[in-house]
Protein backbone atom coordinates (compact mmCIF):
# COMPACT_ATOMS: atom_id res chain seq x y z
CA UNK A 1 0.00 0.00 0.00
CA UNK A 2 0.97 3.24 -1.15
CA UNK A 3 0.31 6.40 1.36
CA UNK A 4 1.28 10.38 0.37
CA UNK A 5 0.87 12.17 2.91
CA UNK A 6 2.18 15.23 1.87
CA UNK A 7 -1.55 17.12 2.26
CA UNK A 8 -2.07 15.52 6.09
CA UNK A 9 -4.43 15.64 7.47
CA UNK A 10 -5.71 14.21 4.17
CA UNK A 11 -3.83 10.55 3.30
CA UNK A 12 -3.78 9.51 0.20
CA UNK A 13 -3.65 5.30 -0.09
CA UNK A 14 -3.39 3.36 -2.86
CA UNK A 15 -3.94 -0.30 -2.36
CA UNK A 16 -3.18 -1.47 -5.75
CA UNK A 17 0.80 -0.72 -5.32
CA UNK A 18 1.01 -3.62 -2.67
CA UNK A 19 -1.04 -6.30 -4.73
CA UNK A 20 0.74 -5.91 -8.20
CA UNK A 21 4.33 -6.53 -6.79
CA UNK A 22 4.66 -10.53 -5.76
CA UNK A 23 7.20 -9.41 -3.00
CA UNK A 24 5.86 -6.89 -1.61
CA UNK A 25 6.65 -6.56 1.83
CA UNK A 26 3.46 -5.76 4.28
CA UNK A 27 5.94 -4.96 7.55
CA UNK A 28 6.73 -1.09 5.40
CA UNK A 29 3.11 -0.70 4.82
CA UNK A 30 2.54 -1.45 8.68
CA UNK A 31 5.59 1.21 9.35
CA UNK A 32 4.15 4.45 7.14
CA UNK A 33 1.02 3.31 9.12
CA UNK A 34 2.29 3.81 12.60
CA UNK A 35 4.28 6.76 11.77
CA UNK A 36 0.95 8.19 10.81
CA UNK A 37 -0.25 7.41 13.86
CA UNK A 38 2.98 8.70 15.42
CA UNK A 39 1.43 12.28 14.97
CA UNK A 40 -1.15 12.00 17.14
CA UNK A 41 -2.82 14.25 15.31
CA UNK A 42 -6.30 13.74 13.60
CA UNK A 43 -6.10 12.47 9.85
CA UNK A 44 -8.37 11.08 6.80
CA UNK A 45 -7.63 8.88 4.12
CA UNK A 46 -8.47 9.10 1.09
CA UNK A 47 -8.78 6.44 -2.00
CA UNK A 48 -9.62 5.99 -5.32
CA UNK A 49 -11.05 3.19 -7.28
CA UNK A 50 -8.55 0.85 -8.86
CA UNK A 51 -8.72 -1.92 -11.37
CA UNK A 52 -10.85 -5.06 -10.28
CA UNK A 53 -8.36 -6.84 -7.94
CA UNK A 54 -8.65 -10.35 -6.94
CA UNK A 55 -5.74 -10.83 -4.78
CA UNK A 56 -6.75 -13.04 -1.50
CA UNK A 57 -4.74 -12.53 1.43
CA UNK A 58 -3.28 -15.41 2.90
CA UNK A 59 -4.13 -16.40 6.42
CA UNK A 60 -1.01 -15.47 7.78
CA UNK A 61 -0.93 -11.90 6.44
CA UNK A 62 -4.97 -11.68 8.09
CA UNK A 63 -3.65 -12.79 10.89
CA UNK A 64 -0.46 -10.20 10.97
CA UNK A 65 -3.10 -7.61 10.18
CA UNK A 66 -5.21 -8.72 13.41
CA UNK A 67 -2.04 -8.47 15.46
CA UNK A 68 -1.70 -5.22 14.02
CA UNK A 69 -5.09 -3.86 14.69
CA UNK A 70 -5.34 -5.17 17.99
CA UNK A 71 -1.57 -3.23 19.40
CA UNK A 72 -3.05 0.13 17.79
CA UNK A 73 -6.57 -0.21 18.12
CA UNK A 74 -6.77 2.93 20.48
CA UNK A 75 -4.60 5.10 18.03
CA UNK A 76 -7.16 4.04 15.22
CA UNK A 77 -9.98 5.02 16.37
CA UNK A 78 -8.74 8.35 18.38
CA UNK A 79 -6.55 9.69 15.40
CA UNK A 80 -7.99 7.87 11.91
CA UNK A 81 -11.75 9.94 11.57
CA UNK A 82 -12.28 7.73 8.35
CA UNK A 83 -11.59 6.27 4.83
CA UNK A 84 -13.37 7.72 2.20
CA UNK A 85 -13.15 5.94 -1.23
CA UNK A 86 -13.97 7.32 -4.63
CA UNK A 87 -15.98 5.22 -6.73
CA UNK A 88 -17.55 6.87 -9.76
CA UNK A 89 -19.87 3.91 -10.23
CA UNK A 90 -22.72 3.50 -8.77
CA UNK A 91 -23.38 -0.06 -8.83
CA UNK A 92 -19.76 -0.79 -7.19
CA UNK A 93 -20.85 2.21 -4.58
CA UNK A 94 -24.09 0.59 -3.44
CA UNK A 95 -21.78 -2.95 -3.23
CA UNK A 96 -18.85 -0.88 -1.52
CA UNK A 97 -21.63 0.62 1.00
CA UNK A 98 -22.93 -2.90 1.98
CA UNK A 99 -19.49 -3.50 3.18
CA UNK A 100 -18.71 -0.38 4.55
CA UNK A 101 -20.33 -1.47 7.86
CA UNK A 102 -18.14 -4.73 8.01
CA UNK A 103 -15.23 -2.30 7.19
CA UNK A 104 -15.66 0.00 10.21
CA UNK A 105 -16.15 -2.38 12.50
CA UNK A 106 -13.20 -4.08 12.14
CA UNK A 107 -11.07 -1.07 11.32
CA UNK A 108 -12.61 1.16 14.15
CA UNK A 109 -13.38 4.12 11.76
CA UNK A 110 -15.92 4.58 8.70
CA UNK A 111 -15.47 4.13 5.18
CA UNK A 112 -17.82 6.52 3.16
CA UNK A 113 -17.92 5.66 -0.66
CA UNK A 114 -18.04 9.35 -2.89
CA UNK A 115 -18.93 9.30 -6.62
CA UNK A 116 -16.72 12.07 -7.57
CA UNK A 117 -13.52 13.48 -5.98
CA UNK A 118 -15.31 16.77 -5.05
CA UNK A 119 -17.84 15.20 -2.85
CA UNK A 120 -14.91 13.05 -1.56
CA UNK A 121 -13.23 16.19 -0.21
CA UNK A 122 -16.66 17.27 1.01
CA UNK A 123 -17.15 14.13 3.51
CA UNK A 124 -13.53 14.63 3.83
CA UNK A 125 -13.46 17.77 5.54
CA UNK A 126 -16.89 17.07 7.13
CA UNK A 127 -14.84 13.97 9.09
CA UNK A 128 -12.21 16.29 10.25
CA UNK A 129 -14.17 19.08 11.51
CA UNK A 130 -16.78 16.29 13.23
CA UNK A 131 -14.03 14.66 15.14
CA UNK A 132 -13.74 15.81 18.70
CA UNK A 133 -10.48 17.61 19.57
CA UNK A 134 -8.15 14.71 20.92
Sequence with gaps: MKMDASKFPYVWVDFTHSHAEPEHDHAEDFERFEALLARKEKFVFLSLTAEQDDHEHTQEEKKQVSLWM?????????????????????AKRLAMKAFAGAFSKFWGYPLLIAGSEEEAWGFAERLLLDAPEK
Design 70 to 90: KKHKHDLRTYVKGMVHIEPGA
